[in-house]
């Protein structure tokens, strides 16, 4: 994936992130809740736990709502049962997409799924039609600033495990395999890094270049499709423009 494509995603993401905590610290609770109940309530046991407490810290959760969500999945508080469902398809200009949702209610995250493509020039499609693209990998951006040399923080990340190192306009991003990302993620944050996000993410092995009025369409479907409650992620191969501006 291009550079400015990448930084358009992280910047995109942040923004967001900024704007819409509420529903940030909702669905990064799910995956708390998902993470305890799978797996317990300890996180020095349950290396999936310690990633998305990692997720809630990059995101400022509160940690009284990090608490009351690991104890809703432990079972220590009634809590909803959420179950993890993927749905894939091509949105406009055949940019593939993933779809990622934690639901209490498959028929309607998948009638509300279907409905977003079919409005938004998409095709939903069955389970693999665009999977096959991505890799599953574990991703920590780290923003640019003061104080951080591109060197130390690329040898510590390496050193740690880490598979690639980029830097890109205003952010550092480190990629790692699935099972090493917890070990590289502690490594950097017991060296006092600070990330704007630390989670594992699909990323395409190639992308799909769009015009100016595709990417607006590619945009609009992947914010009707973020807005669900019951979608956790959307993961897509877009190469939008340089002068996007999301």
């Known amino acids: ?14 923004s967001k992130v900024d704007a ?35 997720k809630a810290k990059a995101n400022n959760m509160p940690q009284d709502t990090v608490n009351r969500a690991i104890k809703k999945g432990a079972g220590e508080m009634e809590g909803v049962n959420y179950e993890e469902i993927s749905y894939e398809g091509y949105g406009p200009g055949g940019v593939a997409i993933i779809v990622k949702a934690l639901t209490d209610n498959k028929n309607r995250t998948a009638s509300s799924v279907r409905s977003a493509f079919s409005r938004h020039g998409g095709n939903l499609g069955a389970n693999g039609c665009v999977s096959w693209m991505f890799q599953t990998k574990g991703q920590i951006i780290v923003e640019k600033k003061e104080g951080i040399d591109e060197d130390d923080i690329m040898m510590k990340a390496l050193d740690a495990g880490a598979e690639d190192f980029d830097s890109q306009d205003e952010v550092f991003e480190i990629i790692t395999s699935v099972e090493d990302f917890g070990t590289v993620r502690e490594k950097l944050e017991k060296d006092g890094f600070d990330f704007l996000s630390a989670e594992i993410t699909m990323i395409p092995d190639n992308t799909t270049a769009v015009d100016m009025e595709t ?29 996007f501006e999301g």
């Open 20 to 54: 819409k905590k509420g529903k940030i610290f909702t669905k990064i609770g799910k995956e708390l809740a998902i993470a305890a109940k799978t797996g317990g309530s300890n996180p020095d046991s349950n290396s999936k736990l310690r990633d998305v407490m990692a």
């Open 215 to 243: 990417a607006e369409k590619v945009q609009k479907l992947i914010d009707v499709l973020e807005e669900d409650d019951d979608v956790q992620n959307v993961y897509h191969n877009a190469d939008f423009p340089e002068d």
């Open 1 to 14: 994936m291009s550079g400015h494509s990448k930084w358009h995603n992280i910047q995109a993401k942040k």
